[in-house]
């Protein structure tokens, strides 16, 4: 093997040292430090074509088809740790390990795990690289496949290896697929092994991923850092990493207002980041679709920025009815297409993209596929990685290194019953609670049972890098680090509350700008509200419903409160606290709940 030193881009002794340390334990044919060119993502693309992994698309530019194993296509949320040093700090929502046998047993998967591969060293950062404090990190993976994903999803390569100069901090992410390709052995079209370890050591700012080369376990810049270890690194310096999108929107009276939502995983985030307002007037501009930091300016604002260079969107509902602009930035090529169907003409289909499917298809699984296999074609997480750059409503302001300062908040789940279309909450502190009390159905997004309803703090469960209490009382702390007029407005949304016909009871979608548009003008005092024992919901007639066929009592189903409902729900709640356990709680929620089952009492 040649020395990873002599071609090393950078002199950043802690770089060079760790990389030949990974080198020596997990043994590769060679190390590629990656440049992040057009011309390493030709000769890297024209590899995986070579070896099966890829099928060049006929009709989109520069784009590729990808089925992964079929056992190696969510997250692995059971598989996912947070070693921090003591096991009361992960908190009862995230498996713990203990930091040093984690790393005593992973080292034992990662020795020679590179055999007969490549290894490839990745300089990447996450957000605008001139910021006041860019945050690197350098990924080390023996997959071709992360390597070009990730030059898509973060701003990586020379001008990441220029500025990551000696002394400079960055993240630690080693990445191995696990799958040794030992003399005589051929390589499958996916590799991965069957034993999957998504390792976080927060203190330590280090990822160890092993086994898996699916997007939220192997691109370890996206979910693993800006997440996981960036919620811990926003906790010891006084901001915020969350799971939200963040939108630019322009009233008919050209009044800028920067929004970011959140909701859990395949629940509607980019969808709404590409949202095209069908109410008359408005403009909405894409700044991120999955997550955002949160830091004050010096306007005493909260200012968002996002983290990520790419959209990896979930394909299946994807269309021109439902998100024609992810539709265009798709269309301009420059992708990778993991686990959708692939036509006979070399373009890519997926459930929803075309009311009527082609007669014949390569589905998922690479198997033939017609109208009448009684499968879908694509898996239901299969996903688009496609440059936020080429969106058509990008915001100029998405690389702004300051950011955008938010009006408002919006948390959401995707829930049958219950939760109102829209309720605006009473305060910061109320505002926290509905967020920290959130609730969805779990989605095809990560491995596990579907439609199942699970309380899902800040759209954070699976990603919080620290204990679930100590984020709570980080988000009340940030509440009182500003006067409160500055701070965003939360509002609680539900796109998806159906009726007793079975059928989502708002439309969605594009339609979704009307619920926006009152909450900006409550925000600007012009829109009327009525009192629930939840928050305030629009009156009838608040809502702007121009050119929409939708019955006033549908709407008033949408946007109910039903004390009987919110029986068992607060039953719910109860869980998630005891779960946190008395003195990790705050107070403060406490006190909320407290008062919402007063006001249900008196409702
Ligand atoms: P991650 O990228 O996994 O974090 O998920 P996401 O929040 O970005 O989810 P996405 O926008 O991709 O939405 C996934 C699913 O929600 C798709 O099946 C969409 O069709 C559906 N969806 C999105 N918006 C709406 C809406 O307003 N109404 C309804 N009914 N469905 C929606
Ligand atoms: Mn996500
Ligand atoms: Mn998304």
């Known amino acids: 093997m040649n020395t990873p030193t002599a071609t090393a881009p950078t002199a950043h002794p802690a770089v060079v040292s760790w990389v030949d340390e990974i080198a020596d334990l997990t043994a590769p044919d060679s190390v590629v430090w990656c440049d992040g060119s057009a011309d390493e993502w030709d000769r890297l693309t024209t590899q995986l074509v070579e070896k099966g992994t890829f099928v060049r698309l006929e009709r989109k530019p520069n784009s590729f088809w990808c089925a992964s194993d079929p056992e190696d296509v969510a997250r692995v949320e059971d598989r ?11 908190g009862p929502t995230n498996n713990w390990m203990d930091p040093v046998d984690m790393k005593t047993m992973m080292t034992e998967h990662y020795r020679g795990a590179m055999a007969g591969r490549t290894m490839y060293v ?19 993976t023996d997959s071709e496949y992360v390597a070009v994903s990730m030059q898509i999803m973060t701003r990586s390569g020379t001008a990441v290896w220029d500025r990551l100069t000696t002394g400079t901090a960055f993240v630690k992410c080693l990445h191995s697929v696990g799958a040794p390709l030992h003399e005589g052995r ?41 997440l996981r270890i960036a919620s811990k690194m926003a906790k010891d310096e006084g901001w915020l990493a969350e799971h939200m999108l963040i939108l630019k929107l322009t009233s008919p009276e050209q009044k800028v207002h920067y929004i970011a939502a959140a909701f859990p995983s395949s629940c509607g985030k980019t969808n709404l980041a590409m949202l095209d307002p069908t109410l008359d007037g408005w403009t909405a501009e894409t700044i991120g679709d999955d997550i955002a930091w949160l830091r004050f300016g010096e306007d005493g604002r909260l200012h968002a920025v996002n983290p990520e260079a790419g959209f990896f969107g979930v394909a299946p509902g994807t269309g021109l009815l439902t998100n024609p602009h992810a539709m265009d930035t798709i269309e301009r090529g420059n992708s990778i297409f993991t686990n959708v169907a692939l036509t006979d003409d070399g373009d890519i289909w997926w459930e929803g993209l075309t009311g009527t499917p082609p007669a014949h298809l390569t589905d998922w699984k690479r198997r033939d596929w017609t109208p009448t296999s009684g499968e879908p074609a694509a898996h239901p997480n299969s996903r688009y990685c496609t440059p936020i750059a080429q969106c058509p409503t990008v915001a100029p302001e998405w690389d702004d290194p300051a950011g955008v300062p938010l009006s408002a908040i919006f948390f959401g789940g995707r829930r049958a019953t219950t939760i109102p279309l829209v309720t605006e909450s009473l305060s910061w502190r109320h505002g926290v609670f509905l967020a920290a009390t959130l609730s969805s159905e779990t ?13 899902d703090p800040m759209a954070m469960l699976p990603f919080l890098g620290y204990h679930v209490g100590d984020y709570f009382q980080h988000w009340l702390d940030i509440g009182e680090k500003t006067s409160p007029e500055l701070l965003p407005k939360i509002f609680y949304v ?36 009525a009192a629930t024992p939840l928050g305030h919901v629009p009156t009838p007639g608040a809502l702007d419903l121009t050119g929409l066929k939708v019955d006033p009592t ?50």
């Open 186 to 226: 051929t390589d499958t079209p996916w590799p991965c092994d069957h034993t999957k370890y998504i390792s976080h050591f927060p203190e330590e700012r280090t990822i160890w991923s092993y086994g898996s080369g699916y997007g939220g376990n192997a691109l370890l810049g996206k979910k693993c850092y800006a």
């Open 554 to 603: 549908t709407i008033g189903a949408a946007l109910r409160v039903d004390p009987t409902e919110w029986v068992t729900e607060l039953r719910l709640i109860d869980e998630l606290f005891a779960t946190i356990g008395g003195n990790r709680l705050p107070d403060v929620l406490r006190e909320e709940l407290a008062a919402l089952r007063q006001r249900l009492a008196a409702a």
């Open 80 to 90: 996912t740790f947070i070693c921090s040093q003591f096991r009361a700090d992960a």
């Open 494 to 529: 539900n796109w998806f509350r159906r009726g007793d016909d079975d059928e989502f009871l708002w439309p969605g979608f594009g339609e979704n700008s009307r619920i926006l548009e009152w909450a900006l003008r409550r925000i600007e005092g012009t829109a009327e509200a």
């Open 443 to 455: 989605t095809a997004a990560a491995t596990g049972k579907v439609g199942v309803v699970r309380r």
């Open 122 to 140: 990745i300089a990447f950062c996450m957000g605008p690289l001139d910021a006041a404090e860019p945050k690197f990190g350098v990924q080390i």
